[in-house]
């Protein structure tokens, strides 16, 4: 180790690189481990989670689906391969601490949700079966929450707090570590009404269960599909067609990430190995002008075991080094993963760290490293030292080299190209989310009714016609509107409707479904294509209207001109008339085409107790927000509203996962053309300095140093022409998996692939000029006198 630092003190370049080699492509891909160990590996942090799942209902065209209430009383009490089978129904809510009111996310659950989870309450107690018999108000809190609008006070245990203008007995806090799923920070008893246990159309129970001992997901999927048949049966007009499924929770929480982390992973391994082509490059480049010195060792007696142990040793303190600085790229990539977003896509907290686990995973990652690059090339030097005369072997005139060069070649083709499709395929998803575009101050505020103050659609119409009224008049608010959905954040769900006079399936006719004022479409920047928009006369008493995106047109009227028809939603016999037809709103991460399919209605005429306020300040959004609290609070004193988000952070956020598969991607396009290029420097120094005797009698014999530089320059770009074609017979597989794993796969046309071609082209021939120039310039005469 002593000998290592004081060669790299005397020589510090190569050793330098191969650092920086190791730094890189060791160092993203720990980073990259850190992600997939915290979402994929590391257990969730509940008892027993392997035994964890979700029963969902699953039909054939509507795909995956929450339950039914009058479907999970049946299934649930009959099911014997699940126990504790919780359901939940997701709530908003404001609640009122020592503060203002605030609006909070939360669930109503059934007797068995904390027994399912098993954790105990930091203070106080969870629901007992005693707050399902009597429906008391009770509530549990969640840590954060309690630290947040209650101050710590270890006395909120029993004392009242107002939900939704109600009176609440605190039972209980949870510890900071109970964390749903779902981010819920109360939990309050959820015992059924009459009409809830008979309801069978609307899918409003999301459940989760625990495998009994010795049970499979398996033998829960066959007992439920076993009941799902009975109550095909006995409820025909409501069940047909419709089965259960348990899913693994692990597999659905992931859902599309994994798909994400695939292609985030593939560009890793595609730098990592070409770092290690470089590193074996290098070495195979640099270890033969060491072959005094290898000669020197092995005459005064050194075996060849112990000359390789010593060259692998070098390597491994220089390559341990880069590792170390490594550790800091990962910490950087950890943090980037983190600040693009991409965790918020799935519904469960992780946190990716460089902890213990993924240092020992990026130390077993360097001794493979090692291994992998240094024991060819130093068993090869020192067979070439063994002899006083150096011999010509493939090791030393580059087959070797010429096919590992050819091969980085063409995976920098195929991660640039992919890089590069990436980022117009990111341009296409940025243009398709058109809702946000209009103005940057613009913001959406979400305001939640509570569903026993506001019980009736009257109750409601005027809370939202009293506050879009008075909002209009501040000073503050340039312009107000609302709707119920805005795009292109996650929707709600959707809506069945019938077309008049089609007698097609309703089950096969469906939308996304928002409820929005007169100033919506403005506001959102939704531009109309033909027809006219809701306005002012679509009140409550006026004939129902509805406006459809283009996409819903295309969908369902390919042929024909939506306007002037009429359609109803399922359960309603009131008819909707079509009445304008507007641009379309993709979600960035949905593959469903129904992802355009919009169905606008009136507010006044389909009232829903939430809606998202689209505000325009007029000076600051800061007191624009405050009129907005304060036109709340004048109409209701225990209402508040959600949080104050800019439209265009709504679009940043549905934009994260392919914005940084896009980054990342092009990062390491980046870093895999620059290692590239380093390796084709590598292979064309070595070639200066093994073959400098050779150049040596050439131009002693009359070549020109033109010649030489001609010649070595030419045969470089040969091999980086061998890499060009074999990189781009890999694009179509390249296109066909990316399409598997990346909503609207980048196309790799002519034009894209040129420019990556010219790129590298250009790029490899300044690599190979600048060691070639070196060999013009031999000093003949003093390299045949050291011969």
């Given amino acids: 180790m ?30 990259m481990w850190a992600v997939v160990d915290a979402a994929v590996v590391r257990p969730l942090p509940y008892r027993d989670p392997a035994a964890l799942v979700f029963v969902m209902e699953m039909h054939p065209q509507r795909g995956l689906m929450a339950v039914p209430p009058a479907n999970f009383l049946d299934w649930s009490s009959r099911v014997t391969s699940l126990r504790d089978v919780a359901g939940t129904y997701a709530i908003d809510a404001s609640i009122a601490g020592t503060a203002l009111p605030e609006r909070v996310a939360g669930l109503k659950v059934t007797e068995r949700f904390f027994d399912l989870w098993a954790v105990p309450p930091a203070l106080g107690r969870v629901l007992q079966p005693k707050d399902f018999a009597t429906a008391t108000h009770v509530v549990v809190l969640g840590h954060a929450l309690w630290r947040r609008l209650f101050n710590s006070d270890a006395r909120v245990a029993g004392a009242l707090v107002r939900i939704d203008g109600e009176a609440y007995t605190v039972a209980g806090v949870m510890p900071a570590s109970f964390r749903t799923i779902d981010k819920a920070e109360i939990w309050i008893p959820w015992t059924m009404t009459a009409e809830e246990q008979r309801e069978r159309r609307f899918h409003l129970v999301g459940t989760t269960a625990r495998l ?17 048949r009975q109550l095909q049966i006995d409820h025909p007009e409501t069940t047909k067609e419709w089965t259960a499924r348990a899913l693994p929770m692990r597999d659905l929480l992931l859902g599309d990430s994994t798909k994400t982390l695939t292609v985030l992973g593939g560009a890793v391994l595609v730098l990592l190995t070409v770092a290690w082509i470089n590193v074996a490059g290098l070495l195979l480049a640099w270890l033969p002008t060491r072959r005094h010195e290898l000669v020197v060792r092995m005459a005064l007696g050194a075996t060849t075991a112990a000359v390789v142990r010593q060259l692998m040793l070098e390597t491994l303190v220089w390559a341990g080094a880069g590792t170390a600085g490594g550790l800091v790229i990962a910490t950087w990539f950890v943090h980037l993963f983190g600040a693009a977003g991409v965790s918020t896509a799935v519904p469960y907290d992780f946190e990716p760290r460089v902890d213990v686990r993924v240092i020992a995973a990026v130390a077993a990652l360097l001794l493979v490293s090692v291994v992998a690059t240094a024991l060819v090339p130093s068993v090869l030097a020192v067979r070439q030292s063994r002899s006083l005369v150096p011999k010509r072997t493939w090791a030393s005139y580059g087959l070797g080299r010429r096919v590992t060069v050819a091969l980085q070649v063409a995976l920098s083709i195929v991660l640039m190209s992919s890089a590069a499709g990436l980022l117009l395929r990111f341009q296409s998803l940025s243009a398709l989310t058109t809702a946000t575009r209009a103005s940057n101050a613009r913001m959406a505020m979400e305001v939640s009714l509570s569903e026993t103050r506001y019980a009736d659609e009257s109750g409601q119409r005027a809370f939202f016609d009293r506050l879009l009224a008075a909002l209009a008049a501040r000073a503050e608010v340039r312009a107000v509107g609302a709707a119920s959905y805005v795009p292109p954040a996650r929707p709600l769900g959707n809506v069945r409707f019938s077309i ?5 399936s309703t089950d096969a006719q469906t939308a996304l479904a928002s409820a929005v004022d007169a100033s919506a479409f403005a506001l959102l920047g939704v531009p109309l294509v033909r027809g006219r928009l809701i306005d002012r006369r679509d009140g409550s008493t006026a004939p129902h209207v509805a406006v459809i995106s283009a996409a819903l047109a295309r969908r369902y009227w390919s042929n024909d001109d939506p306007i002037g028809r009429r359609i109803a939603l399922v359960g309603s ?5 079509i009445v304008g037809v507007v641009g379309d709103v993709r979600q960035p991460l949905s593959s469903d085409p129904r992802a355009e399919s919009v169905l606008y209605l009136s507010y006044q005429q389909n009232t829903w107790p939430f809606m998202t306020l689209i505000v325009e300040p007029s000076a600051t959004s800061a007191a624009a927000v405050a009129a907005v609290r304060q036109e709340v609070a004048r109409i209701d004193a225990s209402q508040a509203i959600g949080v104050v988000q800019p439209l265009d952070e709504i679009r940043t956020a549905w934009l994260a996962q392919p914005r940084v598969q896009t980054t990342i991607v092009a990062m390491f396009g980046l870093a895999t053309l620059l290692l590239t290029l380093v390796g084709l420097y590598a292979r064309v120094a070595h070639s200066v300095a093994v073959r400098a005797r050779e150049f040596a009698i050439r131009q002693a014999l009359g070549a020109r140093p033109a010649d030489v530089v001609r010649s070595l320059t030419v045969d470089a770009l040969l091999v980086v022409a061998a890499g060009v074609l074999a990189g781009s017979a890999l694009l179509p597989l390249t296109a066909a998996t990316l399409g598997r794993l990346v909503v609207e796969a980048p196309s790799f046309d002519l034009s894209l692939i040129s420019a990556v071609v010219f790129l590298l082209a250009a790029g490899a021939f300044l690599s190979a000029y600048g060691p070639a120039r070196r060999a013009g310039r031999v000093n003949t005469a003093e390299l045949l006198k050291a011969e």
Wanted: net charge positive; charged share 25%; proline share 5%.
């Fill in 212 to 228: 009994r001992s010795g049970a499979t997901v398996r033998d829960a999927d066959r007992e439920l599909g076993a009941i799902y």
């Fill in 573 to 577: 016999e009131k008819p909707i008339t």
């Fill in 500 to 504: 008049e006079s089609r007698a097609v």
């Fill in 2 to 31: 002593r000998f290592a630092l004081r060669l790299f003190a005397r020589r510090p370049t190569v050793p330098l690189l191969i650092a920086v080699l190791f730094a890189l492509g060791v160092g993203l891909a720990g980073g």
